[in-house]
């Protein structure tokens, strides 16, 4: 018995052992191999550029000219001064990319059954801004959430027919999926200046959609140019009432960007949102009505700052009406003996202290 | 006597490819990649650039903190200075113009373009 667990343990030690030692091994080859890159990359620059300042540069031939490690190293470059460089410059890195196969190997990874091989793929075609047919797109992305993005990045950079609504639309393929920071600033960019597509999207799936789902796409609708479409503006009215206070206040932000017209306002029942149980739909109603401005949304916020049960909800009415060049509520004096001018006063004495903090001066706090 | 540009960006490609376009040009180029380095090599020299490229987004201080340095000092009113910015908001420029800069560039951007931008300027 002893001997055996002797044995496993000489094994188990071993094996880590051996582990240990390829994995040094394989981290020195990399460091080496790296630091060749390294080298070889500062000898190429002056060479690169010097053929990039060429009239008629003969790009097979050069490429042609290198080792399989100059060849690797060339590719990287290619790839890092596509996403910096426009004009001229630009155009003949295109064509180096040609010359060196980069266009056809990119579309032939579409093709690959693994993602990160067809994910490079997209990444190439995107940098080299060359289309590719929606059906072998979709084809080659939906089956995850990265390619998918990245496909509809590529659709956004290369355009044409109907690109801003099938990016759209695959950006949003899964209704339980949320977005990658690199989907949501697609997805922004797509739609900024028209974002039908995605209006279209989340008024006809969007009550289907996970909750963080649906607060990325209203953050998004928030920041873009939105037409000023009755059935889109009834249907985000619909979500005020959503059981999620996170929609209701996302749903109030996508509003306060719309800006103050009555063909907003009119979905947005002010009286009932001041009412909302939550403090977070209260604070961004402030902040919509230091958006509108006028001297009804002054009047909400003022009597915000004395009935909020919230402090901080109080302080934000307090500080938007401030911000807008409004003043806070003030006491009547002649109010008969009660809580409620006690209570007013209270709340409207505290919001000014949080407004006018005391300040240090040379000579101590003033 | 050539002319002395310093150009101001942490991003080591870009430099680089600056840094050669306007050699080319037989420009003679310093780079500095951090804000608060630009601002000490400017201050222990007697003799500043003929021009400046400048990018906005840099460790230490920023494009936008180094131009408003410069306004506080009268010997840097002449320095001709093109932003590099790579946001190209409206609001950038608007601030880059109001604090002295004389043009600016996006990225991603054109060598050449600079290049060009730049001999303008000088004359």
Request: hydrophobic letters at 40%; aromatic letters at 8%.
């Amino acid at each position: 018995m002893t001997t055996w667990l002797g044995d496993v343990g000489i094994a188990i030690v071993g094996g880590c052992l051996l582990v240990a030692s390829i994995t040094f091994l394989v981290a020195v080859i990399r460091y080496s191999i790296d630091g060749r890159r390294e080298t070889i990359r500062h000898e190429l620059v002056p060479d690169l550029f010097a053929q990039l300042e060429r009239s008629t540069p003969d790009w097979e031939r050069w490429y042609e000219t290198h080792s399989r490690l100059e060849r690797y190293v060339i590719r990287q470059m290619i790839a890092q001064y596509l996403r910096k460089l426009r004009g001229s410059e630009r155009e003949q890195l295109l064509e180096l990319a040609t010359a060196a196969g980069i266009d056809d190997r990119a579309v032939r990874s579409l093709e690959s059954w693994r993602t990160t091989t067809r994910l490079r793929g997209l990444i190439w075609l995107t940098l080299l801004e060359q289309p590719v047919s929606v059906d072998r797109l979709r084809a080659a992305s939906v089956g995850h959430s990265t390619t998918r993005a990245a496909a509809a990045r590529l659709l956004l950079v290369c355009g044409g027919p109907n690109a801003t609504e099938e990016a759209t639309s695959l950006l949003l393929w899964r209704n339980d999926e949320r977005l990658s920071v690199f989907a949501l600033d697609t997805l922004y960019r797509l739609n900024q200046t028209d974002a039908s597509a995605l209006t279209s999207k989340l008024t006809a799936e969007g009550e289907q959609w996970d909750e963080a789902l649906l607060l990325q796409c209203l953050l998004v609708l928030g920041h873009c140019r939105l037409e000023r479409r009755p059935a889109l503006f009834e249907w985000l009215g619909a979500l005020l009432e959503h059981d999620s206070p996170a929609v209701r206040a996302a749903t109030l932000s996508t509003f306060e960007r719309q800006g103050w017209q009555p063909s907003v306002r009119q979905y947005v029942d002010v009286e009932r949102i001041l009412s909302d149980p939550d403090p977070g739909v209260r604070l961004t109603c402030y902040a919509l009505l230091g958006r509108w401005g006028d001297s009804t949304s002054i009047e909400w916020l003022q009597y915000a700052v004395v009935t909020d049960p919230n402090d901080r909800c109080r302080v934000t009415a307090a500080r938007t009406l401030d911000r807008i060049g409004a003043s806070l509520p003030t006491i009547d004096a002649d109010a008969g003996e009660s809580e409620a001018p006690a209570h007013f006063a209270a709340a409207i004495a505290w919001a000014n202290a949080e407004l006018n903090p005391p300040r240090r001066g040379a000579a101590g706090w003033s | 006597m050539s002319t002395a540009v310093l150009v101001v960006e942490d991003d080591e490609q870009i430099s680089e490819v600056l840094t050669y376009r306007l050699e080319l040009d037989d420009y003679e180029v310093v780079v500095i990649e951090d804000g608060e380095d630009c601002w000490e090599y400017l201050e222990s020299t007697d003799e500043l650039p003929d021009a400046m490229l400048l990018d906005i987004m840099l460790p230490g201080i920023d494009g936008f903190g180094l131009l408003r340095r410069f306004e506080t000092d009268e010997r840097y009113d002449d320095l001709p200075i093109i932003l590099i910015t790579g946001r190209g908001l409206e609001d950038d420029v608007v601030e880059g113009f109001t604090l002295g800069a004389d043009d600016y560039v996006v990225k991603p951007f054109s060598p050449s373009e600079v290049a060009v931008r730049l001999d303008r300027l000088l004359q």
